[in-house]
Nanobody, 120 residues
């Protein structure tokens, strides 16, 4: 598979999780920006965080200061460290390509998702 997420689970408010995405090598080579999206039933995908191949990262306002994205090109992995989780973070989290020179990089690569559930 091209993108495989892991690390989701159930935690209590204030807890932490670290999501990891194992990527096929050619995706990192083709796509200059990778990201983590999340989705709750009935809503659109939300871009939580993205990272360019120069290390520049972006975060949704709701996760700034709590989430950290990182990319390891040698290991072909994308990670999302999530701290101080709250119930609003409950969602299915997806690893995906965001942009790149190849058209397929514009949201053409998606993982199967990993569920994060935060309970109070």
């Amino acid at each position: 598979e091209e993108l495989v997420e892991s690390g989701g689970g159930s935690v209590e408010v204030g807890g932490s999780l670290n999501l990891t995405c194992a990527a096929a090598e050619y995706i990192f080579r083709r796509c200059d920006t990778m990201g983590w999206y999340r989705q709750v039933p009935g809503k659109e995908h939300e871009l939580v965080s993205s990272i360019r191949n120069d290390g520049t990262s972006t975060y949704a306002d709701s996760v700034k200061g709590r989430f950290t994205i990182s990319q390891d090109n040698a290991a072909n992995t994308l990670s999302l460290q999530m701290n101080n989780l709250n119930t609003g973070d409950t969602a299915m989290y997806y690893c995906a390509a965001v942009t790149g020179a190849w058209e397929v990089c514009r949201n053409g690569y998606w993982g199967q998702g990993t569920q994060v559930t935060v309970s109070s």
